[in-house]
C-alpha cells in the first residue's frame, strides 16, 4: 500500500459503528492484529489504536509499521518476553493516570503463546480494567479449515525445542480426544513430524496450516502415516510459520489402554523397563514411548 493508498480511518463510513462501542479510560486494550494479510484487521481494532494513548507492542518496528500503513503516527513501547514484568509496571502507571493503552503483539492475539499474558495479570492484580477487541487467531483459523470434526479442542502451543522434553509432553496427550493443536517454527517442523509419528497412531489425521492469510498460504491434510513425506516433497513446505492439527485419540482407547497396562504389570515383573515397553508394543499396538514413561511410573523411577 502506497503513501497515497492510506486509508484514512476517520473518513470510513463504518467508523461510525465501531464509535458507537465505549472505550473507557484507565483501561489496557488487547487487540488482535492480523497474522499475515494486513486487511484482515478490524474496524473496530483501527479504531482504538486510533483512540490509545500508547501501544505497548512485541516489536515497536513491525507494530509501527503496521500503524504506518493505516495513517497512525502513535507513540509504543517495548513489551516482549524479556522486559513483560518491568512494563507491566510502567503500563499500570499509565492506567492509573487515566490512559488508553493498547497491547498488541507481532501478529495475532496477544497472551496466546505470545507476550501479554503477565501484563495482563498485572493489570488485573492492580485492580484495573482489561478490555479484549477480538481478531485474527492463527489457531481458530486452522481449526476452521481443517474439517476435523469435534467439539473440543486442545491448545498446546509450541512443544519443547528439546527432543527429549518433546517427547514428554506428547506422552500425555495420547490418549485425549480433543483435537490437538500446536503451534511450530519452520526450522523445527521435521522433529515435531517424528515427535508426533513416535507418539500417535499413524492412522490419525494430521492437518498442516502453513502461512495463513499469506501469499503462499497452504493447508493440507492427510494420515500422520504420510505427514514427513509430505513435509519433505518441498522444501519450500520446512519454511513458513505453522499451525499442526492432530485428530485427537478415538473415545474407544480406554479399553485398549487398559488392556496395555494389564500386560506391562505382568512384563514388569520378569523383564527390565526398556524390554517390558518393547514387549508390550509389540503384544499390545500401543505406543512404545508411552509404555516406556508408564514404566517407569510403576517401578517409581
Known amino acids: 500500500m502506497t503513501e497515497q493508498q492510506t486509508i484514512d480511518i476517520a473518513r470510513l463510513p463504518v467508523m461510525g459503528e465501531a464509535a458507537q462501542q465505549s472505550y473507557p479510560t484507565a483501561t489496557l486494550y488487547v487487540v488482535a492484529t492480523p497474522i499475515g494479510n494486513v486487511t484482515d484487521i478490524t474496524l473496530r481494532a483501527l479504531y482504538l489504536l486510533a483512540l490509545a494513548d500508547v501501544v505497548a507492542c512485541e516489536d515497536t518496528r513491525k507494530t509501527g509499521a503496521l500503524l504506518q500503513r493505516f495513517g497512525l503516527n502513535k507513540q509504543t513501547i517495548a513489551a516482549h518476553q524479556h522486559n513483560e514484568r518491568e512494563v507491566a509496571d510502567k503500563i499500570v502507571e499509565r492506567l492509573r493516570s487515566g490512559q488508553r493503552v493498547a497491547l498488541v503483539s507481532d501478529a495475532g492475539t496477544p497472551a496466546v503463546s505470545d507476550p501479554g499474558a503477565r501484563i495482563v495479570d498485572a493489570v488485573r492484580a492492580a485492580g484495573l480494567a482489561v478490555m479484549p477487541l477480538p481478531g485474527p487467531s492463527a489457531a481458530i483459523a ?160
Open 142 to 301: 486452522a481449526l476452521s479449515a481443517s474439517g476435523l470434526v469435534n467439539d473440543r479442542f486442545h491448545f498446546v502451543g509450541f512443544l519443547p525445542a528439546k527432543a527429549r522434553q518433546r517427547e514428554a509432553a506428547l506422552v500425555p496427550l495420547a490418549r485425549d480426544t480433543s483435537t490437538l493443536v500446536f503451534y511450530e517454527a519452520p526450522h523445527r517442523i521435521v522433529d515435531c513430524v517424528g515427535a508426533l509419528l513416535a507418539a500417535f497412531e499413524p492412522t490419525r489425521q494430521v492437518v498442516f496450516a502453513r502461512e495463513l492469510s499469506k501469499l503462499f498460504e497452504e493447508v493440507h491434510r492427510c494420515p500422520l502415516s504420510e505427514a514427513l513425506a509430505w513435509v519433505k516433497a518441498d522444501q519450500h513446505r520446512e519454511r513458513g510459520e505453522f499451525v499442526v492439527l492432530v485428530e485427537g485419540a478415538r473415545a474407544d482407547t480406554d479399553e485398549g489402554d487398559a488392556e496395555a497396562e494389564r500386560v506391562l504389570q505382568i512384563l514388569l515383573t520378569e523383564c527390565s523397563v526398556k524390554q517390558a515397553a518393547n514387549l508390550a508394543a509389540q503384544i499390545t499396538g500401543r505406543k512404545k514411548n508411552a509404555l516406556y514413561e508408564r514404566a517407569l511410573q510403576i517401578k517409581g523411577e
